[in-house]
Nanobody, 123 residues
């Protein structure tokens, strides 16, 4: 599975961005997808996950109420709508594919990871 993320950029504090991630290759599996991020000098951090059907979604406490994950299986694409952005959201955001939302959100384990897209939030 290949993952192509896009939508990052520079935004002011309080602003919004929408990230997209298109999957290609072996997309016949009913996999969960999600987002992780990594800021300079910090550990990788789980952000959000969504099940194959989209019926189960989970977000990290640090972004709860501000970020929303969604998916369009017809386009093999997931999205991360980020509102009320803060400088501490600055990071490279990675799209991932995993066994389930639980393995992504609780285990921090994924099967595939795409190249990241940089999000920079200025104060």
């Amino acid at each position: 599975v290949q993952l192509q993320a896009s939508g990052g950029g520079l935004v002011q504090s309080g602003g919004s961005l929408r990230l997209s991630c298109a999957a290609s290759g072996r997309t016949d599996r009913r996999y969960a997808m999600g987002w992780f991020r990594q800021a300079p000098g910090l550990e990788r951090e789980y952000v959000a996950a969504i099940s194959w059907t989209g019926s189960f979604r989970a977000t990290a406490d640090s972004v709860k109420g501000r970020f929303t994950i969604s998916r369009d299986n017809a386009k093999n694409t997931i999205y991360l709508q980020m509102n009320s952005l803060k400088p501490e959201d600055t990071a490279v955001y990675y799209c991932v594919v995993g066994e389930s939302t639980r393995t992504l959100s609780q285990g921090g384990s994924y099967d595939y990871r795409g190249q990241g897209t940089l999000v920079t939030v200025s104060s």
